[in-house]
C-alpha cells in the first residue's frame, strides 16, 4: 500500500510581468492546504469508490485495482448524479445515471454523454487514512 | 467520400457529427432537422424540464461552439423533402439540392396521435406547453400506461394535479418490463392519488373529456397520448428503401441502399448479439451506439452492432433499468438488494443471461445493472446460487 501522496500538487513560483509575486507567497500555500480525513484505508474496497461529503459538498473516493486511492468531485458534469452509485471498472466510474464514464485517475471525460472534466484532488495515505486536499 | 450529409436533430445525429470527426473525417457534413434547435436531450422533457422551476432551456447535444468547431453546417427549420438515390442528392424544402457521398437517415419517431383534442410530447415545444398546464388541481388525463404516460402522470403529480392514466391493457408496461416490477410501479402511483383505469376502452375523446366504453366519463382540463411513436419513415419510403417495422438495416446499421445508413428510433436492425433478431430500439444509448456503429460503417470499417440495449426510467424517487430483452428469457431469478430495491435476471434455457430489469430507490440498482450487461455480452452462465444471492458480488461472477 502506498504511504506517500499518489498526485503531489506541485506549487511552482509564479512572478507576473511586473515581476511581483502573487498575492498569496508560494511558500504560504502548503500551509494553505487543507487536508481534511475521508476514509480510512479499509472504508474503500478495491476497484470501487466511497462518497464523501464535507463542507457542503460531495466526493468520491476511489480505490483503483491496484490499491491506489483517488479523489474527484463526487457528482457527474452530466446532470449532477452522485457517482458513488456507479461502477468502477480498472480507472474508469460509470455514472449509474445515463453511463457517463471519467477516467478517475485524472477526471478526464470519456465520451457521450459527457463532455466535461471531473475535478480532481490530491490524496495522501497517512495512518491508514485517505486525506484528500480540499484546497 | 467528400460529403456526408444527416438528416435529423436527435441523439443519433449529433453523436454522428461527433463521431464521423473522432474518426478523422476531413470532408463536409451537413446536418438537416426540421427543428429550429441544434440536437438537445430529450429524456428532460417528461421529467426536469416540467418540474423545474424556471422555464427550461433546452440541454444541447452539440453546443453551438462545438458545432463550429466540428465544422458542422447545420441547417434548421427546415424539412427534407425527397431523397434523390439516383442523383445522390437530398432536395430541401427550400428547394436547394445537396449532393451526398453518403447519408444517414436518423428522423427518429413521432408520437401516435389521438386527434386534435390531444397533445402529445416529443420535442422541446411540447414540453413547454405541458408546463402550463401542470398547475396545481389540474385534471390530466393521459392514455397509456407506457413510460411517457407515467413519467408524465409522476411529474404533473408532483406538480399537484389530479392524474388519471387509462391503459387498454390488463396491466401498465406490458411491453417489456416483467410483470413484478411494473406492480411496483403500479403501487407507487396509486399511493400518489394517480388513478390507474386498467383495461378500459375509450370510446370517444372531446375537448374536455374523455368518454369510456363503459359508460363513464372522465373530465379533463388536458388530456396527453402516451400511445407509443411511429418511426418517422416516410423519406425512407418514398426513396424506395425497403421499410420493416422501421427502416430496414443489416448488422451494420446499413439501409437497402450501400450509401445510405440508418440510426435512432427510425429504424430496425439485425442484432447479432440476440441471435440476429430484428429489433428496433427506441432508447436513447442505443441512438448513440446505432449512430457510432452507422458511421464507423460508413467509414469502411466492417462492425457489426453488439451493443447490449439498455434503458431507464425515473418516476417519483425509483429508478428502473432494463438491460438486454426481458422477454427472452424462460427463466426468471430475483436478486433483492434491500427490501425496496429488486433485480430480475432473465435466463435462456442454458442459463445464459439474456436480460436483466431493475427498480429500487435512486441509482440502487445502476451497478448490477451495468455488471448484468457485461454478463450478457459475453454470454456468461453465471449460477442461479449465485445470482440471489446479493452477498455475492456480481461483480466476482464476472471475473469467474
Known amino acids: 500500500m502506498a504511504e506517500k501522496p499518489l498526485c503531489k500538487l506541485l506549487y511552482v513560483a509564479q512572478i507576473d510581468e511586473n515581476g511581483t ?53 463526487g457528482l457527474c458534469t ?39 472534466n471531473l475535478r480532481t484532488y490530491a490524496v495522501k495515505i497517512e495512518a491508514h487514512k485517505v486525506l484528500i486536499n480540499l484546497e | 467520400m467528400k460529403h456526408v450529409i444527416i438528416i435529423g436533430g436527435g441523439m443519433a445525429a449529433a453523436r454522428a457529427c461527433i463521431n464521423l470527426r473522432s474518426h478523422d473525417f476531413q470532408g463536409e457534413i451537413t446536418l438537416i432537422s426540421e427543428e429550429q434547435h441544434l440536437p438537445y436531450d430529450r429524456p428532460p422533457l417528461s421529467k426536469a424540464s416540467l418540474i423545474a422551476e424556471d422555464e427550461p432551456q433546452p440541454i444541447w447535444l452539440l453546443e453551438p461552439d462545438i458545432v463550429k468547431s466540428l465544422q458542422v ?21 427550400d428547394d436547394s439540392e445537396l449532393p451526398y457521398g453518403k447519408l444517414l437517415i436518423a428522423t427518429g419517431a413521432k408520437p401516435r396521435s389521438l386527434g386534435p383534442h390531444v397533445l402529445t410530447l416529443r420535442d422541446y415545444r411540447d ?64 399511493a400518489a392519488s394517480v388513478e390507474l383505469l386498467l383495461s378500459t376502452v375509450i370510446e370517444a375523446i372531446t375537448a374536455n373529456a374523455v368518454k369510456l366504453q363503459d359508460g363513464r366519463e372522465i373530465e379533463a382540463d388536458t388530456i396527453i397520448a402516451g400511445i407509443g ?12 428503401l425497403v421499410i420493416d417495422n422501421g427502416i430496414a438495416c443489416n448488422e451494420y446499421m446499413q439501409t437497402s441502399d450501400p450509401d445510405i445508413y440508418a440510426a435512432g428510433d427510425c429504424c430496425s436492425f439485425i ?73 430480475l435476471f432473465h435466463l435462456a434455457a442454458d442459463g445464459r443471461v439474456l436480460g436483466a430489469s431493475g427498480i429500487g430507490p435512486g441509482n440502487s440498482i445502476a451497478r448490477d445493472i451495468k455488471l448484468a450487461e457485461m454478463m450478457i455480452a459475453k454470454s456468461l452462465k453465471p449460477s442461479m446460487q449465485a445470482l440471489v444471492d446479493p452477498s455475492v458480488p456480481l461483480k466476482s461472477l464476472l471475473r469467474g
Not at chain 2, 411513436?229 to 424506395?240: N, T
Request: proline share 3%; with cysteine.
Open chain 2, 271 to 343: 442484432h447479432t448479439q440476440f441471435d440476429g433478431r430484428r429489433v428496433r430500439l427506441e432508447a436513447w444509448r442505443s441512438a448513440q451506439e446505432q449512430s457510432a456503429t452507422a458511421i464507423a460503417n460508413m467509414l469502411g470499417e466492417t462492425k457489426a452492432h453488439s451493443a447490449v440495449p439498455w434503458f431507464w426510467s425515473d418516476q417519483y424517487e425509483l429508478g428502473l433499468q432494463i438491460t438486454g430483452f426481458a422477454d427472452m428469457g424462460p427463466v426468471t431469478v430475483e436478486r433483492h438488494l434491500s427490501e425496496q430495491a429488486l433485480i
Open chain 2, 229 to 240: 411513436a411511429s418511426p418517422e419513415v416516410r423519406l425512407a419510403q418514398e426513396a424506395g
Open chain 1, 21 to 73: 509575486l502573487p498575492s498569496t507567497p508560494n511558500n504560504m500555500r502548503e500551509n494553505m492546504s487543507n487536508w481534511i480525513e475521508a476514509s480510512t484505508t479499509d472504508g474503500v474496497n478495491n476497484e470501487d469508490v466511497l462518497r464523501f461529503d464535507y463542507g457542503g459538498k460531495t466526493f468520491a473516493i476511489f480505490r483503483s485495482p491496484d490499491d491506489k486511492f483517488y479523489a474527484t468531485d
Open chain 2, 73 to 93: 453546417d447545420a441547417h434548421l427549420g427546415v424539412a427534407v423533402c425527397k431523397i434523390d438515390r439516383i442523383a445522390k442528392q437530398v432536395i430541401l424544402a
Open chain 2, 127 to 190: 414540453a413547454l406547453e405541458l408546463r402550463k398546464r401542470f398547475k396545481l388541481g389540474q385534471k390530466i388525463v393521459i392514455v397509456g400506461g407506457g413510460f411517457i404516460g407515467l413519467e408524465l402522470a409522476s411529474s404533473a403529480s408532483k406538480l399537484g394535479c389530479k392524474v388519471t392514466v387509462i391503459e387498454a391493457q390488463q396491466r401498465i408496461l406490458l411491453r417489456g418490463v416483467p410483470e413484478r416490477i411494473a406492480k411496483i410501479i403500479h403501487d407507487r402511483h396509486v
Open chain 1, 78 to 116: 452530466h446532470e449532477k448524479v452522485h457517482l458513488c452509485d456507479g461502477l468502477v471498472m480498472g480507472h474508469i466510474i460509470e455514472c449509474p445515471k445515463h453511463n457517463g464514464r471519467f477516467d478517475y485517475t485524472t477526471g478526464k471525460a470519456q465520451g457521450a454523454p459527457c463532455i466535461l
